[in-house]
């Protein structure tokens, strides 16, 4: 998987939303974030859980004061289905992205403490292209590999417009 780009904007939050490993559910989903999410350079990031039972994982990012509904409703092909969206932070240089809960509960294994850790510093290469998170008290370390990166903008948008910075993926 290549290096995504570091980005220092503070001012985006990243996301990822899993998906059943299903073409139509992805689209679906992909359009309900083209219509109803405001997603920052229209760009979405799709990486695949490698796990017995794969999944599409859609990481992308917002404004930091958009308004994200965190758990959401689509139909696709008239059947509903539930998502939900995790914040999360990345590590481009080892390509893992973690959720807040699951930083603390890495912290607190790899010390040995819960006490006050914040000087603590996570060796990030042991968990290279790994989406991190907790599920419920249970800490989950997926591994994941690249797809590609969709452009949710219309086909008629002219991308000779975009700056370079405009053309960054999701990072941290």
């Known amino acids: 998987m290549e290096n995504l780009p570091e980005t220092d904007q503070p001012n985006l939050k990243q996301f990822i939303v899993f998906c059943k490993l299903n073409e139509n559910l992805k689209f679906g989903l992909l359009s309900y974030l083209y219509d109803q999410v405001e997603v920052h ?3 979405v990031v799709v990486l695949k859980t490698q796990e017995k039972e794969p999944q599409y994982v859609l990481l992308f990012k917002t404004a930091s004061d958009y308004h994200l509904k965190y758990n959401f409703k689509i139909r696709v092909a008239s059947k509903p289905f539930s998502f939900r969206c995790l914040p999360v932070h990345g590590k481009s240089a080892h390509q893992v992205y973690y959720t807040t809960s699951a930083l603390e509960a890495i912290i607190a294994k790899e010390s040995g403490s819960t006490d006050n850790n914040k000087e603590f510093i996570v060796d990030w290469s042991k968990y290279a292209q790994m989406i991190i998170y907790k599920d419920r008290e249970n800490l989950v370390v997926t591994p994941v590999e690249k797809v590609g990166v969709v ?8 991308d000779d417009d975009a700056s370079p910075a405009d053309s960054e993926e999701p990072t941290e």
């Open 41 to 43: 350079n229209d760009r």
């Open 151 to 158: 452009n949710l903008a219309p086909e008629w948008v002219d």
